[in-house]
Every structure is written in structure tokens, then in C-alpha cells.
């Protein structure tokens, strides 16, 4: 068997956030070198606070000011700190009660070891040097041996305080296509489409997945199909999308290869957007280098019947 794809993938976007009145204390407090909790109506104290008790409902909005020091609670060991993360050498990430609070906050502790970290030891915030009001103002946190610490006891409240913030969501992790779409993937460098078969329905699939979503059963016989293919639905495109150097208004359709029983979709042109159609024959246009077709323009035969493709639509 040939040797299974894999490829990196990254999927990363900025994450807009507003952050409500408890939220935007508690962060403005951070970059203040302040920790702030809530106090909740039976008079727990909540840390990283919340708006709404979490056991009754009830909306709490009652800051009280918490010590930068604190006992781990629970703790793991992180050997290979990732992209991102606070510290990029082996830290802990530590559930943190802080003196004063009654919950626990999670953030990195830098200690040299895992056997130099347990439950119960006394730590204390690790201010960054710069803060913008987000939770890496906290840079870590750190072993501490000293008094409790004390609250800082800002009086009132902050002056431009932080309503919003922008996180990095991201994912960056290793993609494998599997068996099946790797011998698609495979198949369209030569420029041939390879679909599989359903033992049991006998339908062919493409691209493949490896299994027949109607009757769940692994599929292995490989079926060349194409290269032409019927337009079963369309759409016109009209927003230029960033990044994508092609003229708008632009069709995208849904195109039934020959002897495939399942739509793929691909850019129609070489014909007037106004003028795709339901049963379109059309056919693959490569651009040299390219592993997928560019687009599919039509092959000048008559429209399919609308019969020989209703159940792909
Ligand atoms: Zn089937």
C-alpha cells in the first residue's frame, strides 16, 4: 500500500470579544497589578470572577480584591510547551487558589521539575512586564515561601478601563487525509479523479472517504471517474473573497463526474455566469503544476437530462 498522506494544518483566526462589566474589572484590575474576585450572596469569593452565580443564578456584581499569593490546588506537568503558551520552557499548569478566594485559577507555575511541585505549595503571581489588561499580564506563577501577601487595595474605579479584547483562536496540528483520499489525492497528480465503491449500495463516491455514509460499511474498490460531469445546482458568487484573484459576479456549482454518484464542486468558466445551467456538461481545466482542477468549462455537448442526475442534486 503506498505510504498514507499527511500535511500541517493551521486554522487561526482573531476572536473579538467584548467583556461585560466583571470581565472588564477583572482584566483593567491584571494590568493594574490587581486581582479581583466576586462575592457571591452566601459570601464565597470567586476567582477568576464571574457574572451570574454559578449556583443560584443570581447576578453578582460585588468586586472584592484577592492576594497576589496563593496554594496550588491540583497541578500537571507539561514536558513540551507549545506555541503560545505562557512559558516556552517545562512548566506546570496549576489550579491556583489565591489568599482570600474560595475557587481556583488555572495558569502556568514555572518551577525547575516536576518533583519540585505538590498540591498544597505556596506560589505567588509572576507579574509580566508589560500589561494590556488580558490574562498574560499574569506572566506565571512562581514558588513562594514568604507571609501571605496583601491585597493592593486599589480604592474606586479604573480610569480607561479594558472593555474588549482580541484573542487568537488557533488550531496547528497534523492532518491526515487517511487511506481512501490519499489515493484520491494521489490519482488527481495524474490528473485522473478516483472515486470508491459501496459494496453493498454500489454507489461511488468521490472524493472517497473510506466508508459509504448510507449503509456504514468501509469501502476499498477504487473506481475511476470523470472526466466530465453534469452541473446539478449552482450558485453566483458576488463578493469578492480576500485572497481569491477572481473576478466576481462568478458560478460555483455542484458538478456530478461521470459515473460518480455524489456532487463535487468546482468554478464554471469559459462560459457567461448568466448562462450556467442545470445540466451543463462541463469539463476539467488544468492550469500547469496545479493539484486540482482550475475550473470546469463546458464541453459544447447538449445538457444532460434532467433524469440522469435528479438523485445527485
Ligand atoms: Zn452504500
Known sequence: MPEVLKAPLVVEFPFTRSLGPVQSAFL???RERVVLGVRTGDGRVLVPPVEYDPVTAEEIRDLVEVAPTGTVTTWAWNHAPR?????TTPFAWALVRLDGADTALLHALDAPGPDTVHTGMRVRVRWAAERTGAITDIACF???DGPPGEPARHTGAFADPVTGIV?????DYTYAPGRAQTAYINALTGRRTVGER????RKVYVPPRGACPTCGVATSEQVEVGPRGTVTTFCIVNIKAKNLDIAVPYVYAHIALDGADLALHGRIG????DEVRMGLRVEPVWTEGARYPDHYRPTG???ADYDTYKELL
Request: glycine share 12%.
Open 28 to 30: 483593567t484590575g491584571l
Open 142 to 144: 512562581e514558588p513562594y
Open 301 to 303: 455537448e447538449p445538457d
Open 198 to 201: 459501496c459494496p453493498a449500495c
Open 270 to 273: 469559459g462560459i457567461p455566469y
Open 167 to 171: 484573542a487568537a483562536a488557533r488550531l
Open 83 to 87: 506555541r503560545g503558551q505562557p512559558l
